[in-house]
């Protein structure tokens, strides 16, 4: 599993993928090599059996979380994943979703 930091919400797209940047500038819980997740990083903290977040993850519930990709069809677009019902979206980039950077564990 990877490690995970805090959740951010209410944040636009470009907020978010200003977020690691921020993390590893003032090296969030002791680490510099935060990243915002693509769609199946994300879709990897979600349990489709149980139609929930994985349970070390259970913060993530009923959230919507940015992924890091943007609609390559539709520029003003970005990817994100529902923690309620485990599907993929898109949606404008200037609505206020939730995120949460990842790093790899080591």
């Not at 070390?56 to 519930?61: S, Y």
Request: glycine share 4%; with cysteine; hydrophobic share 40%.
């Amino acid at each position: 599993l990877m490690k995970v930091s805090n959740i951010f919400r209410n944040l636009n797209w470009d907020e978010a993928m200003e977020l690691p940047v921020k993390l590893n500038a003032e090296n969030h819980l002791g680490f510099s090599d935060w990243y915002l997740p693509d769609i199946d990083e994300l879709y990897s903290m979600f349990d489709r059996r149980t139609r929930k977040p994985l349970p070390e993850l259970k913060d993530m519930e009923g959230l919507w979380f940015w992924s890091s990709l943007s609609n390559a069809l539709y520029a003003p677009h970005a990817w994100y994943v529902h923690f309620g019902d485990g599907h993929v979206y898109y949606d404008d980039k200037n609505v206020g979703y939730a995120a949460r950077c990842v790093r790899r564990q080591k």
